[in-house]
């Protein structure tokens, strides 16, 4: 979720004084080893040189780097990168890099709560107070109001960790300092938006209590039951859920971040690790563009849940944005574009920019995925999340 009113306070910062908490293993090289699981015939995409030539494009047009997987019925699979995983020492970006996930890690989160919808461990409408404790109830707003469904579907009225200024203000003075021991704590005593279910707001906050109710209700980490329950049925090589103090995948992306609006990018990647390890519901993930592209196909094909359970998580409501048109069900976005409906979902962060979608109507898969932030308003993310999107788009479909 791209955060407009957080810019003012941010950009008039003078620095990030993260940088003096950094860790000695930080902003490491990314290692150049990595290989796809599969044979690439993307070279024999008819439209390989037209999508390389727009990710060539909007590399030279600031951002550090791109990769991008398509796929469609007529002419098959096309994975291809542009810029940099680097930019200290030019290390390319690769097709097979692992790039961070941002929101997108929301409908897996969703995915592993309808598992156990599924098995009959947790009723949707149940109150999240009979799965949590007292303590977190009794101090998060609505904690003992909201249902699940509510959760997962943005309609609970619990305020946005990623908009609260005590949170923006830690991410920036002392981030180190935060855990997903903890960070729930910072919501403790805000006042709820809304009464549950009546009314929208995007809300990080309600992602992180989905996961501390898989721990509750598996007795295990959730980061194993995604593990079985998606990681291993999909087959998936490169994936992986972050869990504090873990090493870095190999072939993780830097990350960088365009902090004052001005087109100058800095290396944020210790901060937008961190902030994946302890935001585990609602960020999270790190994996291979080829790897997002097989969840998201097995979710909407329906190789991954039943169809009623899938049913359930494209109910639609309005979000009541400034693009009505849009909608949200169960941790998922259905997003009109000028080819008709999407769904899926986007993630934008502090280094990250990250797109997972499906076109019903016309069968086609789209992943992309960026090594800046994108989740201000700036020149230099509206070209990733608008104009070069519209650009792919056109491609892809004419």
Known sequence: ???????????????????????????????????????????????????????????????????????????????????????????????????????????????AIMFLYEEGKIKLDDKINQYLSKDICDNIPNGNKATIRQLLSHTSGIPNLDSDPGFVSKILNEPFSITRQNVLKIMYGEKPLFKPGEGYEYSSTGFELLTHIIDEVTGEPHGSYFTSHIFMPLGVQNTYKSEEDLPKPEGLINAYFDRLGDGKIENVSDINYH????????????????????????????????????????????????KPKNKYGLGLYRIETKYGYKVGHDGDGIGEGTDMFYFPEYDITIVTATNLGTFLDTDLSRKYNNDFQDELLDVVFK
């Open 1 to 111: 979720m791209k955060l407009n009113k957080l810019f003012f306070v941010i950009s008039t910062l003078v620095f990030f004084s993260v940088y003096s908490c950094k860790k000695a293993e930080l902003n490491e090289p990314v290692s150049s080893d990595c290989s796809l699981a599969f044979a690439d015939s993307s070279a024999n995409n008819p439209k390989n040189s037209t999508y390389q030539a727009v990710l060539d494009k909007y590399v030279k047009k600031g951002l550090p780097g791109l990769v991008v997987l398509i796929r469609t019925p007529n002419e098959g699979l096309w994975i291809g990168a542009s810029g940099y995983a680097r930019i200290e020492d030019n290390t390319p970006m690769k097709k097979c890099n692992i790039v961070y996930s941002g929101s997108i890690a929301k409908t897996y989160t969703a995915v």
């Open 275 to 322: 902030l994946t390890e302890i935001l585990s519901g609602a960020s999270g993930i790190m994996a291979s563009i080829y790897d997002y592209y097989v969840f998201n196909e097995a979710l909407f094909k329906g190789n991954l849940l039943a169809k009623e359970t899938l049913d359930q998580m494209t109910v639609w409501h309005d979000t009541y944005t400034s």
